[in-house]
């Protein structure tokens, strides 16, 4: 069967060197009980290889069209569910059993969002491990007053710690990408109380990345201005500090005291 074209619509680029499977085992420490769920599995070079390692793969795949040579490539493995549909929008709290890992080559395009709402979203999971657009790994767990520095790196440090971090070359990708792509491990930790809350904080924050954060919060209608400015004087912050310059542990203060 021929090769399937990857598809730059949904940002497909299709892991096709095998040498890069024994990193991600390492990275993501595959065990015979694993339930893992794979999003973006393209070829099934992924799929097969955790398929001979744990107990069970949920394999979500958007492309219809790779559904023959997928088929094909897992004959005979009967622990792997193949879901085809938007991984944004499939109920994938509703897996049976659920996914403990978190493993895949993710789809450019849908990395972040993905990654972000699994944090609460999924709380089966208990550790990461994604292949995604290098700036984008940066950002998972950039430090504060950084370019990379921004919602995403509040929310996930604050739900996980990183474990790995692994560089990886273009040339393992079929089509090859037009950036640098990087292999994050992350586990999870215990989530602040009322995390959902946290997020909506944080989201609104960074939302106008150059206006104090005070301004943001009004802009947002979480706070106004003066109840903005007394909760950040409660954390010892400057009412002209910026969303940039807060840990993601004052974030979690932050919500309490304009919670109080």
Wanted: hydrophobic share 45%.
């Amino acid at each position: 069967m021929s090769r399937p074209a990857a598809k730059k619509e949904l940002g497909q680029h299709f892991l096709v060197d095998e040498n890069l499977l024994g990193v991600i085992d390492r990275l993501a420490e595959l065990g015979s009980e694993d339930v893992v769920l794979e999003v973006g599995r393209g070829l099934g070079v992924l799929t097969t290889y955790l398929a001979d390692r744990v107990d069970h793969v949920h394999a979500v795949e958007l492309d219809r069209s790779l559904e023959p040579p997928l088929r094909e490539a897992l004959e005979g493995r009967d622990n792997v569910e193949l879901h085809f549909g938007d991984a944004l929008r499939v109920d994938l709290a509703a897996l049976e059993p659920p996914p403990t890992k978190l493993v895949a080559n993710l789809p450019y395009n849908i990395a972040t969002p993905l990654v972000v709402e699994s944090l609460d979203g999924l709380p089966s999971v208990e550790r990461w491990c994604v292949m995604m657009q290098r700036e984008v790994a940066d950002r998972f767990f950039a430090v504060p007053s950084t370019k990379a520095y921004g919602a995403v790196s509040v929310l996930v440090q604050l739900a996980a710690e990183r474990t790995g971090f692994h560089p990886v070359s273009r040339t393992v990708f079929r089509p090859r990408p037009n950036v640098d792509s990087a292999l994050v491990g992350f586990r999870r930790r215990e989530l602040p109380p009322d995390f959902a809350r946290v997020k909506q904080l944080v989201t609104a924050a960074f939302a106008h990345r150059r206006k104090r954060l005070a301004n943001s919060l009004e802009l947002a209608g979480l706070a106004t201005r003066a109840e903005a400015t007394d909760a950040l004087a409660e954390i010892g912050r400057e009412p002209t500090v910026r969303a940039e310059e807060l840990t993601p542990p004052e974030f979690v203060a932050l919500a309490t005291a304009l919670a109080t």
